[in-house]
């Protein structure tokens, strides 16, 4: 196992376009999460599965952020009219469940132009 | 709620010299701690966390953590660092569901 991958690694759009965000976590790993980082900031959470149920959502997540993780496998991270202030790095980790380590994914870039 | 705050945002320092990167928490509950690492153009890391125990935590490449529970601090500590440990430090908590709260970070800078 190579561990978190996330696709893409960057992402331009034009500002009113919808993007979608792939995170492939470790396999064995049931916990999958969300997390922003704007520069200069540390990470931000924004939503956790537990297998494929969304059990928490972080009140960044406007309606126009919907994310899903149909299988308990991978997941992903849509926006819908994106706008200026979405452009950030988008992060996904995994963890098990009662394991406190949570592993990183390279992240996706997202410049809203 | 949790929240974190690293008292510094950069810090510079000389090889060889010693380094504290100050982290403070609050939270209405027990908590669990972490200083994870972020590499220039690499992914999160995590280099130590409190759990439970020991209140003194080591990373593999030197630093020390330790959790004061009075103070609300997991401050992070090296010795002696080198031109490699340039990085961004973030200090985390965490509860029960595993989220991470993270503090917005230092700049470790190491100067030759």
């Known amino acids: 196992d190579t561990g978190v991958s996330q696709d893409p690694r960057h992402k331009i759009t034009k500002r009113g376009q919808n993007v979608t965000f792939r995170c492939d976590p470790i396999?064995?790993?049931?916990?999958l999460y969300w997390y922003r980082q704007t520069l200069g900031q540390g990470p931000e959470f924004l939503t956790y599965?537990?297998?494929?149920?969304?059990?928490?959502k972080s009140r960044l997540l406007s309606d126009r952020f919907s994310a899903e993780r149909p299988k308990g496998s991978f997941s992903t991270l849509e926006i819908q009219r994106t706008e200026q202030g979405d452009s950030a790095m988008y992060l996904c980790?995994?963890?098990?469940?009662?394991?406190?380590?949570?592993?990183f994914g390279p992240g996706t870039r997202l410049t809203v132009l | 709620a949790q929240s974190v705050t690293q008292l510094d945002s950069q810090v510079p320092v000389f090889e060889e010299a010693p380094v504290e990167l100050r982290c403070n928490y609050s939270s209405s509950v027990s908590v669990y701690l972490f200083w994870y690492v972020q590499y220039p153009n690499q992914g999160l890391q995590l280099l130590l966390k409190y759990l439970s125990g020991s209140t003194l935590v080591e990373s593999i490449n030197g630093f020390e953590a330790e959790f004061n529970k009075s103070q609300t601090s997991f401050h992070l500590r090296k010795p002696s660092v080198h031109i490699s440990d340039t990085a961004e430090y973030f200090c985390a908590v965490s509860h029960d569901t595993g989220k991470l709260i993270f503090g917005q970070g230092t700049t470790l800078q190491v100067k030759p």
């Open positions: 599965f537990q297998n494929e149920a969304q059990l928490e």
């Open positions: 980790a995994s963890s098990q469940i009662g394991g406190h380590e949570q592993f």
């Open positions: 396999s064995e790993h049931n916990r």
